[in-house]
């Protein structure tokens, strides 16, 4: 139980809606991120040369977790607890600010992530799935495993665009993760002129959809960034998993 | 070259970026080496000849930024109120551009801070007499998720205790701007984890006045815990009035403290406000307390009043509109930034970092002209950070 459904912002979303923008959006992509003067990592590629990883050994979730956008389910909360990034960081290797964190488990078919953002000022403006998301405060998941990359982009409104791509291919928007997220919000979105506090997303991630079994000893490559327009500030993109040490979960 | 005079008289004379950023401070350590330093008034360390040449200035980045503190050409816009430097919310001015710009990280890694002498006479739980003001703030220390107690920040807070323990001065008593817990409001992981904050707090012997946040009612801004209000008696909110409240002999979450000199040169009253225990009855308290006059008057609330989302927060503003007052502290914010004359968030004690600085605690110290300096404690450092040092007069207008 949690605060009174009057006060939750909780959004559940199947998706369902593929809309096939293809090759296209990817340069709008990249376009849309130059022009607002992002600071974005270089994403992590499949074909980039192996270095140093770091591992995350991501627990069996130990109880049920709903997907209610609150991460009070025992799957989140009971022994061992879940895997977690960590601060995210800077291009330049420091803290990242605002505050961003990932959290893992897995179990019955999913992995779980939950996307933890401190956000004094919550922007979103896409409403539609496959929509143009990285205009907004967002979070990326990118998952690689055997050549292939997986992309997740979820907004401060639980509003999902996945993409996938072969080698350094084109991002092939018809691709459906089958992701479902659910968030919640402390503070006014769109509204600039008061302080917001954050937005986390829960997320679950069907294994098949990466082509995975979801089995203890499996492992995919991850990173994670999270794009952010402060007030008075240019948009900032930071992450984990990216860069020279990359991401690698492995599940336990 | 350009010479620096290091915050002189708190502030604001000449260029102080060079050494900050580049010169003996910029290790972190305090600046005692090269120049000699010597002490004003105020407390502040003084570095009385440095200078810095154009060569080691082309070399650092951080150089062509003048912080809040120092003046600089950086244009105020029309009937705002801006820093020395011409720019607002902490930002600093580009000195080769002359505009506003958020502070690059590295730079302005902090001084060494000196309270001045130590204060002397008591505070308990009921206030107290102290021959000068001289406390601490700290604020918002909660994981980042709900129920997540095994990521209380516990080591952050505790160090943070340690650290105003272990000021030289120590501060006479501290108060906390709220959000002690990140729990659902029906389970008891808020218990639990304000037990870890008080171990935390344990590590200091003074006087703590705590603030309530939205976290100690459902965790939502928007939320009014309490007897007859919206979200009732949460069990964050038991847990704070249990655990933090009862200590020190408070059964509502709003409340007064009085600190006064013990000749009454000068009265001091520190209002805490429960923004997210917002009640008619608590706004006439408000409006009373305020109403009688004292030298100085601190208001303590969890929300700024730009997070007027919070239901106290306006009808708080509309009473303190009415009446006198010193300063406003609040937190919510994870960051510190003096976001209007008379108002400084501190709420950088643990919780995700929002703003581009480190944990730590604010301080708050009476000087001999009767202004107060407000600075804050690096967590990591801890130094002072001299672009965030202001100075006000009992009424909350600019101290020289």
Redesign the interface.
Same mark, same amino acid.
């Given at each position: 139980? *949690?605060? @009174?459904p009057r /006060?939750r912002s909780a959004l559940l979303l199947a998706t369902t809606l593929v809309v096939a923008v293809g090759a296209g959006l990817t340069v709008r992509h990249l376009f849309a991120a130059h022009s607002l003067g992002a600071s974005v990592t270089p994403r992590a590629s499949t074909q980039a040369a192996a270095g140093p990883e770091t591992v995350l050994r991501v627990p069996h979730m130990p109880g049920g977790i709903t997907l209610d956008g #609150?991460? #009070?389910d025992p799957g989140?909360?009971s022994a061992p *607890?879940p895997a &977690?990034t960590g601060d995210f960081l800077?291009p #330049?290797g420091? @803290?990242a &600010? @605002?505050?961003s964190?990932v &959290?893992l488990v897995w179990g019955d078919g999913y992995l779980y992530l939950?996307l933890?953002a401190?956000? $004094?000022d919550i922007e979103t403006r896409t409403t539609e799935r496959d929509g143009p998301i990285w205009l907004d405060d967002e979070f990326r998941v990118v998952f690689s495993r055997e050549g292939v990359e997986y992309a997740i982009e979820v907004s401060p409104k639980a509003v999902i665009t996945d993409s996938m791509r072969v080698g350094d291919g084109k991002w092939d928007y018809t691709w459906n993760s089958g992701a479902h997220a659910s968030v $919640?919000i #402390? *503070?006014?979105v769109n509204d600039p002129? /008061?302080?917001d $506090?954050?937005w986390?997303i829960e997320m679950a991630v069907p294994f098949e959809s990466l082509g995975m079994k979801g089995e203890p000893g499996e492992s995919v490559g991850m990173s994670v960034t999270r794009c952010d327009t402060p007030k &008075?500030?240019a948009r900032v993109c930071t992450g984990w998993g990216e860069g020279e040490s990359r991401g690698r979960l492995v599940l336990k | 070259m350009r010479s620096v005079a290091w915050l002189v008289g708190f502030g604001a004379i000449g260029s102080a970026i060079g050494l900050a950023c580049g010169g003996s401070t910029a290790n972190g350590t305090a600046p005692d080496a090269g120049p000699e330093t010597s002490q004003v008034d105020s407390g502040q360390a003084v570095d009385t000849g440095s200078s810095v040449d154009a060569a080691s200035e082309a070399a650092n980045p951080c150089a062509i930024y003048a912080g809040p503190s120092t003046k600089a050409g950086c244009q105020c816009p029309s009937g705002r109120t801006c820093a020395a430097n011409g720019c607002r919310d902490g930002d600093s001015c580009n000195t080769s551009t002359n505009t506003c710009e958020p502070t690059p990280a590295g730079c302005f890694p902090g001084t060494g801070y000196d309270g001045g002498t130590a204060p002397t006479g008591t505070v308990g739980t009921d206030g107290g007499s102290l021959s000068r003001l001289y406390f601490a703030v700290v604020g918002d220390t909660r994981p980042p998720s709900e129920d997540d107690t095994s990521g209380y920040p516990t080591s952050i807070i505790t160090k943070i205790f340690q650290d105003m323990e272990a000021l030289s001065p120590k501060p006479a008593f501290a108060v906390s701007t709220g959000d002690y817990q990140y729990a659902n409001p029906a389970g008891v992981q808020g218990a639990v984890q304000i037990d870890l904050y008080m171990g935390a707090r344990a590590g200091y012997s003074g006087q703590v006045f705590p603030a309530m946040g939205n976290h100690e009612c459902t965790g939502y801004t928007t939320s009014n815990c309490g007897a007859g209000n919206t979200d009732g008696i949460t069990g964050n909110y038991t847990a704070f009035l249990d655990k933090m409240l009862a200590p020190i002999h408070q059964t509502n979450p709003y409340y007064e403290v009085d600190v006064d000199a013990p000749d009454g040169s000068w009265t001091s009253k520190i209002l805490v406000v429960a923004a997210n225990a917002w009640t008619t009855d608590q706004g006439t308290w408000l409006d009373t307390a305020m109403a009688r006059a004292t030298t100085y008057t601190f208001l303590v609330r969890h929300e700024a009043s730009g997070a007027n989302t919070a239901p106290g927060v306006t009808p708080a503003e509309t009473i303190m509109s009415h009446h006198p007052f010193t300063m406003s502290i609040v937190g919510h914010t994870h960051t510190y930034q003096r976001t209007l004359e008379r108002e400084v968030i501190m709420g950088n004690g643990g919780a995700p970092l929002s703003g581009g600085v480190d944990y730590g605690f604010g301080m708050f110290s009476q000087q001999a002209d009767g202004s107060i300096a407000v600075d804050m404690i690096d967590y990591s450092s801890g130094l002072a950070d001299p672009t965030f040092h202001f100075s006000v007069k009992p009424d909350g207008s600019p101290a020289p």
């Open positions: 139980m *949690g605060a @009174p /006060n #609150d991460t #009070d989140w909360i *607890g &977690r800077m #330049d420091t @803290p &600010r @605002p505050f964190e &959290r939950a933890y401190a956000d $004094e $919640e #402390d *503070g006014s002129k /008061n302080i $506090e954050e986390a &008075r500030s | -």
